[in-house]
Structure formats: structure tokens, C-alpha cells
């Protein structure tokens, strides 16, 4: 089991960049697959990018390919998500999540969740 944590969230101008950060507790993080979501005020969770266990392999929303890139460090239990280029449409609270498998974008599949940071992207 994994308790992620997101932190790295906060106010950023058009064209900006970003770095959030998830941290889980757990021994076993790298024995789960992780990713990134978001929720813009009333709408629905969207998924924004995965990881594998190992790092090998990444997968991202179109929305965001070329300006963000997913990344781990199993050494200290944290995933990264650099975001660059921001635009006003990225703003949302950004979740990160755990899955026992590399299921991408199936928002369903993922098991633990953090409780979000806030992105919010003047412009």
C-alpha cells in the first residue's frame, strides 16, 4: 500500500513552467505504477499522464504531449511531473495515483490517490 502526497502546486503565468511532486510513503512504491490527473472547477477528472513501475515506459494525455514530462525516482518513493508552456486551460487541482499495473489513462484502475494541489495559470 502507497500514500501518495502532491506538493509543487501554485500560481504561474502563461507560458511558465511547473514542477509538481509526488511523494508516497510505503515501501513498495516501486512496485506500483503511477500517474497524473487533474479536475478543473466543474468538470470531470481527466488523466494527464503515467508512468511504469520501472520508468521504462510513459504515456500522456494529447492535451499535454511536448510540454509535460512524467518521470521517477524509486530511490526516494517520489514522481515528478514537469510542466512547461503552461496554458490557462492546465489549470486545475492536480492528483497523483497508484496502480498495481501500467493502465495509462483508465482512471479506474488507479487504487490510491493524494489529495491534490492546486495549478492555477494566469494569463
Known amino acids: 500500500q502507497v500514500q501518495p502526497v502532491e506538493s509543487g502546486g501554485g500560481l504561474v503565468q502563461a507560458g511558465g513552467s511547473l514542477r509538481l511532486s509526488c511523494a508516497a510513503s510505503?515501501?513498495?512504491?516501486?512496485?506500483?505504477?503511477m500517474g497524473w490527473f487533474r479536475q478543473a472547477p466543474g468538470k470531470e477528472r481527466e488523466f494527464v499522464a503515467a508512468?511504469?513501475?520501472?520508468?521504462?515506459?510513459?504515456y500522456y494525455a494529447d492535451s499535454v504531449k511536448g510540454r509535460f514530462t512524467i518521470s521517477r525516482d524509486n530511490a526516494e518513493s517520489t514522481m515528478y511531473l514537469r510542466m512547461t508552456s503552461l496554458k490557462s486551460d492546465d489549470t486545475a487541482v492536480y492528483f497523483c495515483?497508484?496502480?498495481?499495473?501500467?493502465?495509462?489513462?483508465?482512471?479506474?484502475?488507479?487504487?490510491?490517490w493524494g489529495q491534490g494541489t492546486q495549478v492555477t495559470v494566469s494569463s
Open positions: 495515483a497508484a496502480a498495481q499495473g501500467f493502465y495509462r489513462d483508465l482512471v479506474d484502475k488507479y487504487q490510491y
Open positions: 510505503g515501501r513498495t512504491f516501486r512496485g506500483y505504477a
Open positions: 508512468i511504469s513501475r520501472s520508468g521504462a515506459s510513459t
